[in-house]
């Protein structure tokens, strides 16, 4: 299952209480949807889980994850960052061939199977190109 940081756990937590959810009530629900530059994208939503999803606590903090999306996101980390570039959750997702630029979408790798991608281009350029 996921691996959730303390500092996601910390941030979860005041967004949270500014969304006006208690932990009890709610949390921070990941799924993965077809789109984004690299075929696959992650998507977060602030709020009660579904009665099918897994739940993962972290520090009083819960996140769900979705039937569906359980495959994707085996074995990811979600992180809070908070640099001069960037503020937000991060995935690390080891189950990707390949990862956009932006961090926001992935292509799963395929157990066999070379990855769908030009191999001459490397992740972490910048998306749209």
Known sequence: MIQVTDSAA????S???EKGFSPEEGGLRLFVEKGGCAGMQYAMKVGPGEPDDAVVEKNGA?????????EYLDHCQLD???????????IEN????RSCGCGTSFEPSKEGA????????????????
């Open 10 to 13: 910390t941030h979860l937590l």
């Open 15 to 17: 967004l949270l209480q």
């Open 62 to 70: 819960r996140v769900f994850v979705d039937q569906e999306s359980r």
């Open 80 to 90: 809070y960052i908070d640099s001069l570039n960037d503020s937000g959750f991060k």
């Open 94 to 97: 080891p189950n990707a061939a």
């Open 114 to 129: 070379a990855p769908e991608y030009d191999p001459a281009t490397t992740d972490g350029e910048v998306c749209g190109n």
